[in-house]
């Protein structure tokens, strides 16, 4: 398989204080993404990060990638009661067709 | 900006019934796929097309599923005869190059009744 594991499974912080959810995977890979799910809707492309990427920005979001491990994390700064949701990493593949592998996710609780 | 469109957003059907479920891709995408997620777990790839053709397909994309691209902007997915097991959400997605990330559908709730 292609994917690894999400950890934690799930986490519940307060209102302000960071998230930190990591992502491993077995293959080498193109791109690793980051995908936002709130409870039974769609999926909300957050963030992409290449192979030869380390580390990358966006808004309250950093992801830093450790193709070394095969592992990747992403950090919520500042968090807020609508970044309460699932998230997910999705790995592209270096070698075959074009798709994503999705982790389990992490199901994360912002208590206000 | 740009959205996959999907229809219809909830689907009831009988057991041993066909479905279709539709997707309107961005317009200039190239590469376009149906993933799916059982209540609870994660999202599974069914099936990825280019150019015309299906790419890639899992284990879950057996012969009672098909995909086809009938006009131009629509993309559908039919599931020959439904299973209480294909009840899940699905998922429509396109992409204009592996580099760049890729849009999802707002999903389709297919139960099986």
């Known amino acids: 398989s292609q994917q690894g594991e999400e950890d934690p499974q799930a986490l519940s912080i307060q209102e302000g204080e960071n998230a930190t959810m990591n992502c491993s995977y077995k293959?080498?890979?193109?791109?690793l993404q980051w995908y936002r799910q709130n409870s039974g809707r769609g999926l909300v492309h957050l963030i992409l990060?290449?192979?030869?990427?380390r580390e990358k920005h966006s808004g309250r979001l950093r992801v830093t990638l450790d193709t070394s491990k095969k592992s990747s994390s992403l950090l919520i700064t500042a968090s807020r009661a609508a970044d309460t949701a699932s998230y997910f990493c999705?790995?592209?593949?270096?070698?075959?067709?074009?798709?994503?592998?999705f982790g389990q996710g992490t199901r994360l609780t912002i208590n206000p | 900006e740009p959205e996959v469109t999907q229809t219809p957003s909830h689907q009831v059907t009988q057991m041993g019934q066909e479905v279709i479920l539709r997707c309107v891709p961005i317009?200039?995408?190239?590469?376009f796929y149906w993933y799916r997620q059982i209540l609870g777990q994660k999202v599974e790839f069914l099936v990825s097309?280019?150019?015309?053709?299906?790419?890639?397909k899992s284990e879950i994309f057996d012969d009672q599923f098909s995909v086809e691209r009938p006009d131009g902007s629509n993309f559908t997915l039919k599931i020959r005869s439904t299973k209480l097991e294909d009840s899940a959400m699905y998922f429509c997605?396109?992409?204009?190059?592996?580099?760049?990330?890729?849009?999802f559908g707002s999903g389709t709730r297919l139960t099986v009744v």
């Open positions: 997605a396109s992409s204009d190059f592996r580099a760049y990330g890729y849009t």
């Open positions: 293959t080498s890979i193109n791109n």
């Open positions: 990060i290449r192979s030869n990427e």
């Open positions: 999705a790995t592209d593949a270096l070698e075959g067709a074009q798709k994503l592998v």
């Open positions: 317009s200039n995408h190239l590469y």
């Open positions: 097309f280019y150019n015309n053709e299906i790419s890639e």
